[in-house]
């Protein structure tokens, strides 16, 4: 499994960012009204591409977001050859997610802004503004990065099963204590299971999605036992909280 504490340490660094571009595009825009009527400033914000502006702003937030993925290959056990060219669609794919994101970010952020110079509201009111919708605060945007590099790692496991014998044998790792879903505990204390019984007990969206967004958990080739195998303790835990 992908080092939990390189991913968390990772997403949080990256969402400080993103919270700073927040907070600085807003502020910029304002400065901008300056002596103008809040009809003219509208006029001139219609004209600004501010998903252009907000991108800029984060390159670094993107960069670090990218280079974490190859961060986390040092940690996925590896049992089948996958190409760069794989490895790096996969990439792609997951920077794609971030930067739609930002989009969205941009959008809310004229939106507000907008209100804000109609209304008179200060920079900090619509800056809460913008955090309370469209996933941007600090937590669910965390929450996001997070789940992109926790799929991302299982994304690369599943296509490694692919290419591996029908028979073969996978078992679901990860930590297992309060926070951890039944559904994880579950697939956790099934033991080794081939990807059919995998498939016919829990689905195939497993397999990519894990247990669901911030889910720390990924099925993984069963010689994984070291990194956090624990269907003993798994099932101990579902039967406490099943009562």
Known sequence: MSDQAFIESNSNAITQILMEVQERTIA???ALQGNQSAEEFIRLIENLDIKAIVQAKSTNAVGLFTSSHTGMLESIEGFA???EDTLQALINYNTETL???LDNMAQIIKKEVVKGIISGTGIQSVVESVRGQGALSSAQLQTLINTAMNEYSRSVTKVMMDKMPKQTKYV???AIDDVTRDDCLDMAAAGALTE???INRFGDAVLV????FNCRHKWEISVQDKFGHD???AKELLDVKKG
């Open 28 to 30: 910029e825009l304002y």
């Open 196 to 198: 059919a019984e995998i």
């Open 231 to 233: 269907p003993k303790g």
């Open 81 to 83: 050859a996958l190409s």
């Open 172 to 174: 679901y790792i990860g």
């Open 99 to 101: 930067l739609s994101q």
């Open 209 to 212: 999605d894990g247990g669901g």
